[in-house]
C-alpha cells in the first residue's frame, strides 16, 4: 500500500540522550517535512527537504537535525540540545508544495 | 509574516445539523492557498479541503464546503448533515504559494464535538 510511515508510535527516552524518529513514503514524493505539535497549538514547521541531500530549516530548527539520503526517507534526530523535546512528530510528503499529506505521527516523550 | 487564527477554541453540534468553523488569516499576498485539515483522535492529520486564493468560486468536498472571503481574509468551513466520525480537532493553514518557503501555516485548531 501507498502511504507514510513514521515509527514508532510511541518513543520514550532520557533527558541528555539523542534520539531518531523515522518517517518513509513510497508515493515517490519529491517533498517532505517535518511538523512539531504541541498541546493546544497547531503545527509548527522543523524542517523540510524539497530533493534528496537538500533541505531547509523551518521555524523551529534548533535542537534537530535531519539527512535525506533517499528520496523515500527523511530521519529526525531531536538532539540533547532541544529544550521541550516532549511532543508529537509528524511528517508529511507530497508532490507540491501546496499538497502536503501527513503520516500517524510519533509521540515521544523525554523525561 | 502571515498567521491563521481560529476563534473558536471548541464547538459542539448535533448530528445531523450543520456547524460553521471560523478561520481568518493575515497575509499581504495575493497568491496562496487555504486549507482545512481534521485531526480525530489517532492523531493523523487529514486534508479535508483546498482553496486557491485566485478561484472564486468555493471549494466543495460533499457534505464539506468553504466560504472563502478573500478581501475579508476569512475561510470558513461548513459541515453539512454532521456524523459521528466527524468529531475531531480542525485546523485551518496558509500556504503561501509565491514565497520559496514551503511552510503551512496553521491555526490553533477548533476541536468539533458531534452530539448524538
Known amino acids: 500500500d501507498g502511504g507514510i510511515t513514521q515509527s514508532p508510535k510511541y518513543l520514550f527516552r532520557k533527558e541528555g540522550q539523542n534520539v531518531t524518529l523515522s518517517c518513509e513514503q513510497n508515493l515517490n514524493h519529491d517533498a517532505m517535512y517535518w511538523y512539531r505539535q504541541d498541546p493546544g497549538q497547531g503545527l509548527r514547521l522543523i524542517y523540510y527537504s524539497q530533493i534528496v541531500n537538500d533541505f531547509q530549516k523551518g521555524d523551529i530548527a534548533e535542537g534537530y537535525s535531519v539527512s535525506r539520503e533517499k528520496k523515500e526517507s527523511f530521519p529526525l534526530t531531536v538532539t540533547s540540545a532541544q529544550k521541550n523535546p516532549t511532543a508529537f512528530y509528524l511528517c508529511a510528503s507530497g508532490d507540491s508544495p501546496y499538497e502536503q499529506y501527513f503520516g500517524p505521527g510519533t509521540r515521544l516523550t523525554v523525561t | 509574516a502571515q498567521t491563521v487564527t481560529q476563534s473558536q477554541p471548541e464547538m459542539s453540534v448535533q448530528e445531523a445539523e450543520t456547524v460553521t468553523l471560523s478561520c481568518t488569516y493575515d497575509t499581504s499576498e495575493s497568491d496562496y492557498y487555504l486549507f482545512w485539515y481534521k485531526q480525530p483522535p489517532s492523531r493523523q492529520m487529514i486534508l479535508v479541503i483546498r482553496?486557491?486564493?485566485?478561484?472564486?468560486q468555493n471549494a466543495t468536498e460533499n457534505r464539506f464546503s468553504v466560504n472563502f472571503q478573500k478581501a475579508a481574509k476569512s475561510f470558513s468551513l461548513k459541515i453539512s448533515d454532521s456524523q459521528l466520525g466527524d468529531a475531531a480537532m480542525y485546523f485551518c493553514?496558509?500556504?503561501?504559494?509565491?514565497?520559496?518557503?514551503?511552510?503551512?501555516?496553521f491555526g490553533k485548531g477548533t476541536l468539533l464535538t458531534v452530539n448524538p
Open positions: 482553496q486557491e486564493a485566485y478561484k472564486q
Open positions: 493553514a496558509y500556504f503561501d504559494s509565491g514565497g520559496s518557503n514551503y511552510k503551512l501555516t
